[in-house]
């Protein structure tokens, strides 16, 4: 149990454009889910906590008008990259936490999604 | 500040060798620590918690308050134990996670 899933799982965008990236929890309710960036050979880095039914609780120094989240349901948040750039290329994590498969303070992570802007 | 200190960005240890991988936390309240680890191409997952006192693929670790430390062992490394290592500290009840840089542990033959 206490699966997370993320689609798409890599994509490339050009300069300017938006991109989406989904996270779900498929078979528990997450009431939080957490949205990280990890560079490479470097370690997570949390971007942004997000509540069901709430606006999300984004860490210094990240800019929510260009990371837009979304909590709409226990099982799903997304991450929009707005006017992506290329230093915004990255793989994003996201993990969820909460429903009964566990310790409501373990996180339960999604395989990441991998954002190359060209 | 809340900070989780892991000192290590390269472990190499021979397979049968004891491992430690170390991390050290500063938090005033009361922490919640873990240890997640990430094999190659898979996921991060969590490997052990200190509230649960257990054993998991061998690793323990136990929390040190009067050190601030919570440091993985395993008597005898194997080579499937080659991962990336993440100490984490849970604060605000849960709702925020703070991880270390990770350590990489390698297990030679």
């Given at each position: ?83 992506a ?12 936490s ?21 | ?37 990430q ?42 134990d ?7 500290l ?20």
């Amino acid at each position: 149990g206490a699966v997370v899933s993320q689609h798409p799982s890599w994509v490339i965008c050009k300069s300017g454009t938006s991109v989406k990236i989904e996270c779900r929890s498929l078979d528990f309710q997450a009431t939080t889910m957490f949205w990280y960036r990890q560079f490479p050979k470097q370690s997570l880095m949390l971007m942004a906590t997000s509540n069901e039914g709430s606006k999300a609780t984004y860490e210094q120094g990240v800019e929510k008008d260009k990371f837009l989240i979304n909590h709409a349901s226990l099982t799903l948040s997304t991450l929009t990259v707005t006017s992506a750039h290329p230093e915004d290329s990255s793989f994003y994590i996201c993990s969820a936490s909460g429903g009964t498969s566990g310790s409501s303070y373990e996180q339960y992570f999604g395989p990441g999604t991998r954002l190359t802007v060209t | 500040a809340q900070r989780v200190t892991q000192p290590e960005k390269l472990l190499s240890v021979f397979k049968g060798a004891p491992v430690e991988l170390k991390c050290n936390y500063s938090y005033s309240g009361s922490p919640e620590l873990f240890w997640y680890v990430q094999y190659s191409r898979q996921r991060l997952q969590l490997l052990l918690r200190h509230i649960s006192r257990e054993s998991i693929k061998g690793f323990t670790a136990d929390l040190n308050k009067g050190e601030t430390s919570f440091h993985l062992k395993k008597p005898f490394a194997q080579e499937e134990d080659s991962a990336m290592y993440y100490c984490a500290l849970s604060v605000t009840g849960g709702f925020k996670t703070i991880f270390g840089a990770g350590t990489r542990l390698f297990v030679k033959a």
